[in-house]
């Protein structure tokens, strides 16, 4: 029995442990993601990873396959399907395959692992991903990536750093992902593997190379911790959030590389007042937040932006917006930061 | 047409009451449809000569839902009864209850279920939704619940009460109780103990059938006791048991009883 209580407030955004893990298995370019149950979890999926691919400029056909379950195999047992649908997909000689589960398949028992486990010759990952045992979407992101580094061994290091956890679903990934080896190069660092964004699945062996994880955000922390038990790799429990959150960070990963960040962190204090600088016009302007931030993380990105450019927020302030998703870093904050002045001058 | 389904734990006997009862009215000159709802298969058997009937789910799995036709699933046996086997997966895979309903949609898109009298003989408990099928959708609207005066038999038949009970809460429900039947082990005070069980969860005693080894003799020759030994006071039984039925217009909202008040029922009578 599974003993986990279900998120609260689980329509707004627990959602669903498959499209979680789908959300990582399908960024292995070269790999075939197999969801064994009805042709709907797999339809659904498809056309989210593919609309949301399109609102960022991608246009990407993820590599699904369904096992397609009817009411025979709900009957009989899906295992048969499970077994002929791997077979066709191992035909086309993928570079893995990933073998995600579905509520259906979970509550009729199939044993997954044991028809899996009959295959050889191409990596066959299982990613257990039945929604209704009290997983959420993030749990789904967590178990693929966990499943996924089950394929890397230990190998010699090269000094550099990995990306954990990208949000392959969320605006400005890539951005985000700039603005993080931005830092680590004022550092001298550079990126080893996005784990997992466009990936080749030879690459993932070499996750154990890095000096370090950068995990995107703290909901990764699982990940994290059960890399550096694997490989003990140390980690970063996040991307840095708005305007203060660059100095932190350089100071934390310099901290666990063991190298000097002054220069570092000079060079970014100097950009973010530069920032403020760039952004000065602002000054004074009355502003209403709309929508309120999303969490915590974002209201306080949001208040220190408020302050440090001496706006002033009433309930009559033009409305300005403010993200799903906190900024990330320096070069998220001015992005921000035009949104605000064209609103403000709208 | 009647629809009745007869319910209790494993092995007590309600394949071969069923099988028996179906006998009996069918020599009363009713028309009789008897489905076993258990993927062990063998309600029919006696009906058949002994012969296990290909179920309902084998001709699934064999043909595909849409290759089955009425013929591959329906076979007359004794005295012109129909006779049907559910069936259902293998042992430890998939879903016995979706074969159930699945079952039921194809015999209701058939015009199966017709007669006089259809007698649902369905498996032990009510482990699932599935095996409460026949209580649902209009299909059985007499439940009749075969146990005999051991505890655990009476425990199986009062878990069935609390299916019925809150079967029959839903809307346009009318599934009901109809009665217990006594199908004993010769134990002593066995048939005041389970009238007693019936008087208490609201409904009553409709036959008590004692244990006679002329079930086995029957059974071992691979035929019901109507038709092995029709002179028997055993056969008689299930003849009166079909008389009963067919009169029977006692139906009832059962009230199942907490596991102390069964317990001290069981005492009260040992």
């Not at chain 1, 966990?146 to 890397?152: C, E, F, K, P, R």
């Not at chain 2, 012969?51 to 036709?69: F, K, N, S, Y």
Request: hydrophobic residues 40%.
């Amino acid at each position: 029995m599974n003993l986990r209580p279900l998120p609260s407030n689980l329509c707004r955004s627990a959602g669903c442990t498959l499209t979680g893990a789908l959300s990582v298995t399908t960024h292995v370019c070269d790999a075939i993601t197999v969801v064994h149950g009805p042709q709907g979890c797999t339809h659904h999926n498809f056309s989210l990873l593919h609309a949301t691919s399109l609102d960022n400029d991608r246009v990407s056909l993820p590599p699904l396959v369904s096992t397609g379950l009817s009411e025979t195999d709900v009957i009989f047992g899906g295992e048969g399907a499970l077994d002929r649908t791997l077979d066709e997909v191992i035909a086309r000689d993928p570079g893995a395959i990933f073998v995600l589960s579905t509520c259906i398949a979970d509550t009729i028992g199939d044993d997954v692992g044991m028809v899996c486990g009959t295959k050889a010759g191409i990596p066959v990952i299982v990613v257990p991903t039945a929604g209704f045992l009290g997983g959420s979407f993030q749990t789904g992101v967590n178990n693929a990536l966990i499943a996924l580094a089950g394929m890397a061994g230990p190998v010699e290091g090269n000094g550099r750093v990995n990306i954990i956890g990208e949000k392959n679903l969320e605006y400005e990934v890539d951005e985000n992902f700039a603005e993080v080896s931005r830092l680590l190069a004022l550092l001298g660092l550079s990126v080893n593997i996005r784990f997992v964004r466009d990936l080749a699945t030879d690459r993932i062996a070499s996750l154990a190379a890095a000096r370090l994880n950068v995990l995107r955000d703290p909901s990764l922390i699982p990940v994290g911790e059960f890399l550096q038990e694997r490989f003990g790799t140390p980690y970063i429990p996040a991307y840095p959030v708005g305007l203060s959150g660059t100095v932190g960070f350089l100071e934390s990963v310099a901290g666990a590389c063991g190298i000097d960040c002054h220069r570092a962190v000079r060079e970014e204090r100097a950009l973010r007042q530069e920032t403020l600088d760039d952004f000065a016009d602002l000054a004074g302007a009355g502003i209403s937040l709309s929508p309120l931030p999303p969490d915590p993380e974002g209201s306080r990105a949001a208040q220190d932006l408020v302050q440090a450019l001496g706006l002033e927020v009433r309930s009559s302030g033009r409305p300005v917006p403010v993200p799903v998703t906190p900024p990330i870093g320096i070069t998220g904050v001015r992005r921000l930061l035009h949104r605000w002045r064209r609103a403000l001058h709208a | 047409m009647k629809q009745i389904a007869l319910y209790g734990k494993g092995g007590i006997g309600k394949s071969t009451t069923s099988a028996n009862l179906s006998a009996a009215l069918s020599l009363a000159g009713y028309n009789i449809l008897q489905i076993g709802c258990d993927p062990k298969r063998d309600s029919t058997r006696m009906l058949m000569a002994g012969r296990l009937i290909p179920t309902v789910m084998d001709q699934v799995r064999e043909r595909g839902a849409t290759g089955v036709t009425p013929a591959d699933v329906v076979y007359t046996g004794f005295n012109g009864v129909r006779c049907v086997e559910a069936g259902g997966p293998e042992p430890g895979v998939g879903c016995a209850g979706r074969g159930i309903i699945a079952t039921f949609q194809l015999l209701e898109k058939f015009g199966t279920l017709t007669g006089d009298v259809i007698v649902y003989d369905v498996l032990g408990d009510v482990v699932c939704g599935g095996f409460a099928m026949p209580m649902r959708e209009g299909y059985a609207q007499e439940v009749y619940l075969v146990t005999s005066g051991e505890l655990m038999s009476l425990y199986a038949a009062n878990n069935i009460c609390k299916a019925i009970e809150r079967l029959s809460a839903r809307p346009k429900s009318r599934c009901r109780l109809a009665g217990v039947i006594c199908n004993a082990k010769n134990q002593p005070k066995e048939e005041e103990l389970v009238a007693e069980f019936a008087h208490r969860v609201n409904s009553h005693l409709v036959q008590f059938i004692p244990r006679d080894r002329v079930v086995q003799l029957a059974e071992l020759n691979r035929k019901t006791v109507i038709e092995y030994e029709p002179a028997s006071a055993q056969a008689q039984r299930y003849r009166d048991l079909a008389t009963r039925i067919m009169e029977n217009t006692r139906m009832t909202i059962p009230t199942p009883l907490e596991i102390d008040e069964l317990e001290a029922l069981a005492i009260e009578f040992m």
